[in-house]
């Protein structure tokens, strides 16, 4: 086929483009809209079927977004160059969130801080722990993965986040991590390194605010449980 032919579906790309540009994804398929994120890699390539394809096999949106390179690349008519603006999209959309977030109160931006966490991990397959770093007025310095777990469970040890946060030179730390199971009810592990954490952090001088679980489209906070203040009382109550 010659240049001057152009390819397959390319009245059609050229359309979803220019709706896009005029009403941004406002009646957009979602099918569409992962149609538009495989032509990023592949502008000269009919990308319609294969984005079907992928959200049939990956159930939404989302799933797309969250899936590896590799599960993509088993769609037919996606390939290495194809799936590159699927995972642009989902690092600069992360990036962007976390962005929001650096020189603000989380405490008092409740909101910004879960939709950052909720959109970060909350389809993960696997556990991940984030932990936010703040400074002495309660802003955001930095956020790190701190580790990324099996299908029920993540490893987190508090001496090396401990030594994250005087790298970080934060004064204060948030937790999270996710439920791949989509409760977001704290399993007894949970509340046992919740305390090892909050009694780590009152040794090194650290506050600890929150520690949050994102399930699906819910969380649980150990703050908003008084479970923090808890363990607090109850480290001190020991020394």
């Known amino acids: 086929m010659s240049e001057k ?18 009403s941004g994804l406002d009646g957009f398929h979602d099918y569409e809209v992962i149609e538009l994120l495989l032509t990023i890699g592949t502008p ?25 390179s590799h599960e993509l690349c088993e769609i037919e008519g996606i390939g290495p160059k194809s799936v590159f603006g699927v995972k642009l999209i989902k690092a600069v959309s992360d990036r962007y969130r976390e962005k929001k977030l650096i020189k603000k109160d989380p405490l008092n931006n409740s909101r910004e801080l879960f939709d950052y966490l909720n959109h970060s991990i909350r389809d993960k397959s696997r556990e991940y722990f984030k932990i936010i770093f703040l400074d002495s007025k309660n802003r955001v310095i930095s956020t790190e993965t701190h580790s990324k777990g099996t299908l029920t469970a993540s490893s987190v040890y508090p001496r090396e986040v401990v030594y994250s946060a005087l ?3 934060a004064a204060a730390l948030i ?3 996710n439920h791949p199971s989509g409760d977001p009810q704290p399993s007894r592990e949970d509340v046992a390194i919740t305390r090892q954490l909050v009694y780590a952090g009152k040794v090194m001088g ?3 605010h929150e520690h949050i679980i994102i399930g699906d489209n819910c969380y649980y906070s150990f703050a908003d449980q008084g479970q923090i203040l808890q363990m607090g009382r109850e480290f001190e109550a020991q020394i």
């Open 5 to 22: 032919k152009g390819h397959k579906g390319q009245g059609h790309r050229q359309r979803l483009r220019e709706r896009f540009l005029k």
């Open 44 to 68: 000269r390539k009919d990308c319609k079927d294969s984005a079907k394809a992928a959200l049939a096999r990956f159930n939404t949106m989302q799933g797309v977004l969250e899936a590896s």
């Open 167 to 169: 790298a970080n030179k």
């Open 175 to 177: 937790f999270a991590h």
């Open 206 to 208: 650290l506050a600890v």
